[in-house]
Every structure is written in structure tokens, then in C-alpha cells.
């Protein structure tokens, strides 16, 4: 996977005014942008750092993967996100070498995005994200 490239860490919270206080006040860093993404049960913040960013995560419901997560972890690292430039090729190499996918194949957001999931047990306890940005945005 030599094309990867640091997409985002993700960071889950409980209450993302609490963490933008320290993240945006306390370090000084940016916020590009608050988006609330219903259809994931979320609500994120995004901090530039160079060509990546950090991401802010705040679940809006109790029914999503990331508020079972803190459910059981807490706040904290939630995942790794690597930018890869074709995310079948990347899974269907992972898969023969038998990687857990969470997702075999890739979800697609509204903006064209593509991401799928690596299975921490997979990864040496690291939640990994795949992600594709769509060619329009690349």
C-alpha cells in the first residue's frame, strides 16, 4: 500500500464543546469546519494538521458503533484513517491475505467517499479506516 497517506486520526468524545476548548483554545488549533452527519449518528469536528486533520467525533445517538465504543473504552483514540487512491485493489489484497474487514466492500457517502473498515484484531489493536476520496476532490 505505498500510495497511503495519513487521511485523519479520529478521537472520540463525550462532549465536543468540552474537547474543542482544549483542541481549538488550549493548542491553539483551526477548525475548518462542525459537521453534523446524521446517517452515522454523529456530530464531527475537523482540525487541520499539514496535509491531515484530526477529527473531533461526538455521537449524537446511543445506537451507533462509536457510542457501543466509548460505551466500553471511553473517550480517546477511536481510529486511524489512511488515504488510499483504490480502495477495492487495497481490500481485495488485504482479504487474500487474510485481514477481517469489517467492511469487504466500501460504503460510499454522499459526497462520492469511499471508506471501509480494518478489524482491530487484525491490526494489533488499532481500529483502521480506509478512505477514497472521490476523483473530483482528490
Known sequence: MTEARLEHLAIAVQDLDAALAFYRDALGLAVQRVEDVPQEGVRVAFLPLGESHIELVQPTRDDTGIA???????????????????????????????????????????????????????????????????????
Open 68 to 138: 457501543r465504543w466509548m460505551s466500553k473504552h471511553g473517550g480517546g483514540m477511536h481510529h486511524v484513517c489512511l488515504g488510499v487512491s483504490n480502495l477495492e485493489a487495497v481490500l481485495a489484497r488485504l482479504a487474500g491475505a487474510g485481514v477481517e474487514l469489517i467492511n469487504p466492500t466500501p460504503v460510499v457517502r454522499a459526497d462520492g467517499t469511499r471508506y471501509a473498515f480494518i478489524h482491530p484484531r487484525s491490526a494489533f489493536g488499532v481500529l483502521v479506516e480506509l478512505y477514497e476520496k472521490p476523483a473530483s476532490a482528490k
